[in-house]
């Protein structure tokens, strides 16, 4: 690159798009309603896993003082646009893959009561419980709980989770896997997250972020993109999956 | 850097620039800000991760890169669909038009090119850091700027012939 380079001058002798700060501004106030909406969509992804917990009835008392007198209620949106149905009726068995719902209101509630200061809140800690059914770490099928082999509760128990997010799991390694590699985690017992490890698709290039109390790892292949993120919520691990951008 | 009020000082002194970089790299600021919006949200949400980074404006300007390019393949999508269902001779060039000769310059250029030329012309990256921005390696930065200046310095003596 020379100071002659007709190239160098194009680029900067472009004026196309520029922005000064107030018309940023502006920007930001149109975009500021999206922002705190997907904040509240966030939140309640995260707070899906503590509702699915009330439902089972595994949730602490504060979770349920914090849900209200009626924790299950339509949601209107999901964070990938999609909707999730209502909970079953209370003399329904209950089908474990739908995740049951709580009143958004709520979640608006919580949204304007945070501190100015600490944008994410964590969710209430529950007890962990895992939803996802057993599976065969080897073969990647599901187990028959009823002819599993029971294992100590050591926390030594893997799981493969697919769903998209996952709150307040147990001890013991996690897997989550996407289409452009997997990841394995466990929660330490001295509260930070361990990256066990990780696999990357063919044609997939991995990108990997670790830190004390998030892991976080982007799969791409340029094309197609698949983050995985691994934190510490109060104390219990919490795994989202984002078939994102 | 925690806080609504610091992402707002974040949002001010990054935008302008990501969004004149991620028009180059997509030749369309239509969707140069719909992937720079998405990009921003994420890293809302994510704030108080986000904000520990060393340059949090990397991070948004990778997520809006990835996030343009499942446009772009939308975009494509839609736009063959809507050909093939419409008269050839009605057929339009919708591009978004922001009035550039220098986009008009770039679009030709294969996607990876032109991203590597708008991070390291525009945003004057170093080698490494579009590497980094690109999730490719050094010396595949080198390759595409390479291929990127011989495509377009012909281009650019035809449009100032000396």
């Known amino acids: ?245 | 850097m925690k806080g609504e009020q610091e992402f707002e000082e974040f949002f001010v002194s990054t935008y302008g620039g990501l969004l004149r970089t991620l028009t180059a790299v997509t030749g369309n600021a239509e969707m140069a800000a719909d992937a720079l919006q998405d990009a921003y949200q994420r890293a809302f949400v994510r704030w108080s991760k986000i904000s520990r980074y060393d340059a949090p404006a990397a991070w948004v300007r990778r997520v809006a890169i990835n996030r343009s390019r499942d446009l772009a393949r939308s975009d494509s999508r839609r736009r063959a669909n809507e050909e093939r269902a419409a008269d050839p001779e009605l057929v339009v060039d919708e591009e978004v038009d922001v009035d550039n000769e220098l986009l008009s310059l770039l679009r030709p250029l294969p996607e990876r090119q032109r991203t590597a030329m708008a991070l390291f012309y525009l945003d004057a990256l170093s080698i490494d850091q579009v590497a980094e921005a690109m999730n490719i390696s050094t010396g595949a930065v080198k390759y595409h700027l390479n291929q990127g200046r011989e495509k377009l310095r012909p281009l650019l003596e035809q449009r100032d012939p000396q």
């Open chain 1, 1 to 245: 690159m020379t100071p002659n380079d007709p190239i160098k001058d194009a680029f900067d002798s472009w004026s196309g798009q520029r922005i000064d700060p107030s018309a940023a501004r502006a920007e930001y106030a149109t975009m500021l309603p999206g922002l705190h909406r997907a904040r509240r969509v966030r939140r309640f992804r995260q707070g899906v896993a503590a509702a699915f917990a009330l439902t089972v009835g595994v949730a602490s008392p504060s979770v349920i003082a914090s849900m209200g007198n009626s924790p299950a209620v339509n949601l209107i949106e999901s964070a990938d646009g999609g909707s999730i149905d209502a909970p079953p009726a209370p003399d329904e068995p209950e089908v474990v893959e739908t995740a049951p719902t709580v009143e958004l209101a709520q979640i608006d509630n919580a949204a304007t009561t945070e501190s100015p200061d600490e944008m994410i809140e964590p969710v209430e800690p529950v007890e962990p419980v895992e939803a996802a059914a057993p599976v065969n770490a080897g073969t990647g099928q599901s187990v028959d709980p009823s002819t599993a082999p029971v294992e100590p509760n050591d926390g030594s128990s893997h799981s493969d989770d697919t769903s998209d997010d996952h709150n307040n799991l147990g001890p013991g390694p996690h897997t989550v896997v996407t289409p452009g590699g997997s990841m394995t985690v466990e929660l330490a017992a001295d509260g930070t997250i361990t990256l066990i490890d990780y696999t990357v698709a063919d044609g997939f290039e991995a990108d990997v972020d670790q830190e004390a109390d998030d892991v976080d790892i982007v799969f791409s292949n340029g094309d197609e993109t698949y983050e995985v993120e691994a934190s510490i919520s109060d104390g219990q691990l919490e795994i989202e999956k984002d078939p994102h951008s």
